[in-house]
């Protein structure tokens, strides 16, 4: 039996929901999937905080838009120079994106 989910939109428009409806501290919460965060989640919420698409992001480091898609698959492995070239044109550290320091860094 096959349950790989094909269609993402659903699950695109309840993110978007929880995303407005928690606080930021509680919406990361639900996104660590057992307790345990990925470089690949990170890449999705510096993503979604830019309100930036998919192709959108890929476009704007010049690779394809299926390439980037699968960088934010959990488990998958993002390449080091990508990190590096997200980390500059952001400005977010390298250890954030590496999952080295935590999500939000209390003031």
């Avoid at 939109?9 to 309840?14: C, G, N, S, V």
């Avoid at 698409?53 to 959990?74: D, G, L, M, V, W």
């Avoid at 488990?75 to 080091?80: A, L, S, Y």
């Amino acid at each position: 039996m096959n349950n790989k989910i094909t269609n993402f939109q659903p699950l695109e428009m309840f993110r978007n929901f929880m995303a407005v409806a928690l606080t930021p501290e509680i919406f990361h919460q639900a996104l660590v999937l057992d307790g345990e965060e990925s470089v690949n989640l990170r890449l999705w919420a510096l993503r979604e905080k830019h309100k930036l698409s998919e192709e959108e992001f890929a476009n704007i480091f010049r690779i394809p838009e299926n390439i980037y898609k699968k960088y934010e698959y959990r488990g998958n492995k993002v390449p080091k120079s990508f990190l590096i070239k997200v980390s500059k044109k952001f400005k977010v550290p390298l250890k954030w994106l590496e999952c080295k320091v935590p999500f939000f860094i209390k003031s």
